[in-house]
């Protein structure tokens, strides 16, 4: 069975967020999710977003792309952008560490991405961009 496949991009603008997060959620409607599983993807897409609409992008704008990709009850979800990179992703990934302590962020994106997902997966290059893979598994498949 092929992989169900959804893709996206978008300006690196936080009102897109949103888009995004409902993007997803009405693809991953399909799988006939719980409210709290729906509520998780979402939750952990807006972090993945912001996080390149802030981090990524901080001096500009560019583009954001989201792909997803359904098999069986597994949903993966692939945010990626082409800012400048995470220097050290082991220390960005820490509870409460924040690059922009300027604007009051609370360092907890990737712990609410882990979180809500059962698996997340980080690769970054400064100057070239940072790309997230989160997956989760379904229950409520019939």
Do not use: C, W
């Not at 990934?93 to 712990?111: A, I, K, N, V």
């Amino acid at each position: 069975m092929q992989d169900n496949m959804m893709k996206i991009e978008f300006s690196s603008r936080s009102q897109n967020e949103s888009f995004a997060r409902v993007s997803v959620a009405a693809f991953v409607a399909q799988l006939d999710p719980t409210i709290e599983e729906i509520t998780d993807v979402k939750t952990a897409v807006s972090e993945a977003v912001t996080n390149a609409i802030i981090h990524g992008y901080e001096e500009g704008q560019g583009t954001v792309r989201i792909e997803s990709y359904i098999k069986e009850k597994e949903l993966t979800v692939i945010v990626e952008d082409e800012g400048k990179g995470i220097e050290n992703v082991e220390l960005a990934m820490q509870p409460l560490y924040t690059s922009r302590p300027d604007l009051e962020r609370s360092g907890m994106g990737f712990t609410v991405m882990e979180t809500f997902m059962d698996k997340l997966q980080v690769k970054s290059e400064r100057g070239k961009g940072t790309k997230i893979i989160m997956k989760k598994i379904f229950k409520s498949l019939s």
